[in-house]
C-alpha cells in the first residue's frame, strides 16, 4: 500500500517521544474495554494488533491517530488531517468553539496516557483523557465543577485524511437523517478495523461529512449531555472479521480478513444534494467515501457482503446493503424502468441487473421474506425494462449505444458506453452486460420461487435460458477461438482478447464445458504471446490495443486505464472461470501472487481524484493509471478465495444451474 504524508504530517517527527504514543501491544493485547474483543480472541492472533497517537505539547488536539490491525509497519502513517486534528468543540452561550480556544493543561501520567484539563470557565473544566490499551484506544471525556452547565453541547472531531486512505464508517444504524447510530467500525482500508463504541451510551450518534474537491472526510461524534454530568468512555478497539462459516481452507484468510472491509467504502455527504452531479448522500456504498455511487457496482458490495453479515457485535452489513438497493429504487428509477448508471447518465445495460443480483445477495443473507414482498414489483419492472431491450428479439439484449466504429456517444446524447467499462465503445449487443444480465435473470427468477411466485419464476427463467442459448454463436469469434467483447449494430465483432468478457462468460456456464476450455487454453497462449506476466496485479481488460475508433481516450499509450490496463477486481471473472472449469493450478498462481501483493503494497494510494494517477488501474509494470486512487471494486477478487471452494461455488451458483 502506498500512502503519502501531509507536510503537516512530516513536521510531527519533531514531536517528543513522551508526546509520541506508540505501544506494540504484547502482553497488552488481552485487554478488552467493553466492546472490544477479549483476551481469547486476541491470543489468537499471529500479529499483535498496533495504535498509535500523538497529541500536540499544547493544545487540546491529537495531531496524529493511526493503528496497525495486522500488527505491521503501518500505524506510523497519520489517518488524520494533522491540522486541524482530532479535537474537542464546544458549545457555550449558544456558540460553538473548539477547545483549543480555552486555557489548557496537558499532563502525560503514565507512558501510554495523556490528558488535557480544558478550563470552559473558573468552574467547570473538562477533561479529556486518551490511552493506548489492547492495541486500541480509549477516550474518556468528563465534565468537573458546579458551572459545567455552561457547556450546552460537545463533539468529538475526527478529520480523516482521504489522500493517506479512504476511512469510512459501518455502523449499526444508518439514520433517515443521515446521521450514524454508535457501535460502528472505523474501517481505514489496509490499516485495518476499529470498533467505536460506548459500552454505557450505545445510541450516541455521528455524522460523516465530506468534501471531493478537497479531499477530506469528517466524522463528527455528537457528546450532548456533557454539561448536566454524562461522562464518556469511548473504545476503539482493532476488529478482526471471522472466515466465512464453512470455509474449509482458512490459510489464505488472514490475507485478505481486513482488506474484505476495503469493498465497503460507506459515502459521506458531500457535494450539492440539490443537484445529481457530483454529489451523494451519507450511508451509500460507493467508490470509495468522497466518490460516487455506482449501481452496477452494488452487487460487488452486496456479494463480498452476503458471506460475512455480521462483522462486529451488533453490527450487520445487510442493512446497509438493503439500504442502498432500496436509494437506487426510490431515487434512481426511471419511469421506464430504467435503473441510472451514476450521476444523471442512463444507458447502462448492467445497472438493472446489478440491483437484481444485488437483492438476491440480500435474500441469501437474511431471507427477509417481508422486504421482497414489499419490492418484487419494483424489481420486476427493473427486470422488464432490460427484456424490452431484446429489440430484435433473438435473446440478446441490446443497447442503446450502437457500438459501430466511431459512434462514441458524445455530450448531449451521452458520455458513455454501456457498461462498468464505461471509456470503451461497449455496444449494440454487449458480451458483459448481457453475462450480467443472464446472472439478473436467474437470481430474480430464484427471487420468485422464495415468494411461490411460479408464473413469474418462468418467465424470468425463461428470459434466462433463451439468452444462454444464443449466447455463444452471438459472441464467438472463431478467428480467435475466444468471445469477443461486444457485436455492433452494424454487425461486426469487436474483439480485442478480453479475459475478463470471456471469464464471466465461462464463469457464468453460458458456453459449453468444452468450448470454455478451449478459450481458456488460447486466451493463455495470448497472454504468454504479449509478454503479460505480473499477475499479483491481476489481468489485463484486454491483451491487444483498442484503436481510436473504439476507445476516444486513446492516446498511443497502450495498456493503460480501460485501453489495456488492469484493474484487479475484475478479474474475478478469469479467476473464477478456472474454479468452476476445475483447472485450479493457474488460478491459484494469480491469486497468491495478487494476495501478496495485497499484503506488501495492495491496490489504492489514497484518494487522487486525478486521471492517471490513481493505482486502483495499472498499466503492465504496475504503474498508476486510474484516476479515484481509491476503488472499492478492486477488491471484488477477494471473493476467489472462497469460490476456490465446491461448496461457496455450489451456493452462489445456485440460481445459475437451476436454469
Known amino acids: 500500500m502506498t500512502a503519502r504524508h501531509s507536510e503537516e504530517d512530516a513536521g510531527l517527527k519533531a514531536v517528543s517521544r513522551r508526546v509520541f504514543l506508540e505501544i506494540a501491544v504484547l502482553g497488552a493485547a488481552g485487554v478488552a474495554l467493553g466492546c472490544g474483543p477479549g483476551a481469547e480472541e486476541s491470543k489468537s492472533w499471529i500479529g499483535l494488533p498496533k495504535a498509535s497517537f500523538a497529541a500536540d505539547p499544547q493544545l487540546p488536539v491529537v495531531r496524529f491517530l493511526s493503528w496497525d490491525t495486522e500488527g505491521g509497519d503501518r500505524a506510523v502513517t497519520n489517518l488524520l488531517r494533522s491540522i486541524p486534528g482530532l479535537s474537542l468543540r464546544l458549545k457555550v452561550a449558544g456558540v460553538w468553539t473548539d477547545a483549543a480556544s480555552y486555557p489548557t493543561v496537558t499532563d502525560s501520567p503514565d507512558p501510554q496516557t495523556v490528558s488535557f484539563r480544558v478550563s470552559v470557565a473558573g468552574d467547570a473544566d473538562l477533561l479529556w483523557s486518551t490511552r493506548v490499551v489492547g492495541g486500541g484506544l480509549s477516550l474518556s471525556i468528563r465534565g468537573e465543577g458546579g458551572g459545567i452547565g455552561r457547556v450546552e453541547d460537545a463533539q468529538i472531531f475526527f478529520p480523516f485524511d482521504p489522500r493517506i486512505t479512504a476511512t469510512t464508517i459501518l455502523p449499526a444504524v444508518w439514520n433517515e437523517d443521515g446521521t450514524i447510530r454508535l457501535p460502528a467500525v472505523l474501517s481505514a482500508p489496509d490499516f485495518g478495523q476499529m470498533l467505536l463504541c460506548d459500552p454505557a451510551q450505545p445510541n450516541l450518534t455521528a455524522s460523516l461529512e465530506g468534501n471531493r474537491d478537497q ?6 461524534l455528537d457528546l450532548p449531555s456533557i454539561g448536566q454530568g454524562e461522562a464518556y468512555n469511548l473504545s476503539l478497539m482493532p476488529v478482526r472479521l471471522a472466515a466465512p462459516e464453512g470455509l474449509a481452507d482458512t490459510s489464505l484468510w488472514p490475507a485478505v480478513r481486513r482488506g474484505w472491509f476495503n469493498a465497503w467504502q460507506l459515502s459521506s455527504h458531500w457535494g450539492d444534494q440539490n443537484s445529481s452531479f457530483r454529489s451523494s448522500p451519507a450511508g451509500l456504498f460507493a467508490n470509495n467515501v468522497i466518490s460516487d455511487p455506482v449501481s452496477s457496482a452494488v452487487p460487488i458490495y452486496a456479494d463480498l457482503a452476503s458471506w460475512t453479515p455480521e462483522i462486529a457485535p451488533g453490527i450487520s452489513m445487510m442493512p446497509l446493503v438493503r439500504k442502498t438497493i432500496e436509494w437506487w429504487l426510490d431515487n434512481r428509477l426511471l419511469p421506464s424502468g430504467e435503473v441510472l448508471g451514476y450521476w444523471n447518465f442512463g444507458n447502462f445495460l448492467d445497472a438493472n441487473p446489478g440491483i437484481l443480483i444485488a437483492a438476491w445477495a440480500y435474500m441469501e443473507a437474511t431471507q427477509d421474506q417481508r422486504w421482497l414482498a414489499g419490492r418484487i414489483q419494483s424489481l420486476e419492472f427493473v427486470s422488464d425494462f432490460i427484456a424490452q431491450r431484446d429489440v430484435d428479439g433473438d435473446g440478446i439484449v441490446e ?48 427471487l420468485e420461487a422464495r415468494l411461490g411466485r411460479s408464473q413469474q419464476q418462468m418467465k424470468y427463467a425463461g428470459l434466462a435460458a433463451r439468452l444462454r442459448a444464443a449466447y455463444s454463436g452471438t459472441f464467438f469469434n472463431a478467428q480467435t477461438g475466444w468471445l ?66 473504439d476507445y476516444p481516450s486513446f492516446d498511443g499509450n497502450f495498456p493503460r ?24 493450478q493457474n488460478a491459484e498462481m494469480i491469486l497468491r501472487a495478487m494476495l501478496d501483493r495485497q499484503t506488501k503494497i495492495g491496490f489504492q494510494n489514497g484518494v487522487t481524484n486525478r486521471f492517471y494517477d490513481g493505482l486502483e488501474w495499472t498499466t503492465w ?23 476456490r471452494e465446491p461448496a461457496f461455488r455450489a451456493r452462489y451458483y445456485r440460481p445459475l444451474t437451476s436454469i
Request: aromatic letters at 14%.
Open 561 to 584: 486505464y480501460q485501453d489495456g490496463g488492469v484493474m484487479a477486481g475484475l478479474t474475478l471473472h478469469f479467476l473464477a472461470a478456472h474454479y468452476v472449469l476445475g483447472q485450479t
Open 215 to 220: 479531499l477530506t472526510a469528517d466524522l463528527t
Open 484 to 549: 469477443a467483447m461486444w457485436k455492433s449494430a452494424d454487425g461486426m465483432l469487436h474483439d480485442y482478447a478480453s479475459p475478463i468478457v470471456n471469464g464471466i462468460a465461462i464463469e457464468y456456464q453460458l458456453v459449453d464445458s468444452a468450448t470454455a476450455q478451449a478459450i481458456l487454453l488460447h486466451l493463455w497462449n495470448e497472454i504468454r504471446k504479449v509478454g503479460f506476466a505480473r499477475f499479483d496485479l491481476g489481468i489485463p481488460c484486454v491483451l491487444h490495443p483498442i484503436p481510436r475508433d
Open 399 to 446: 443497447a442503446t449505444q450502437s457500438g459501430n466504429y466511431g459512434s462514441f456517444p458524445q455530450p448531449p446524447n451521452g458520455r458513455s458506453s454501456c457498461c462498468q467499462f464505461d471509456a470503451t465503445n461497449y455496444g449494440g449487443k454487449d458480451g458483459y452486460s448481457n453475462a450480467v444480465i443472464y446472472r439478473g435473470w436467474c437470481c430474480l427468477a430464484d
Open 621 to 643: 509494470d504496475g504503474k498508476p493509471t486510474g484516476y479515484e486512487g481509491y476503488l472499492a471494486d478492486v477488491y471484488f477478487f477477494f471473493l476467489a478465495v472462497l469460490l
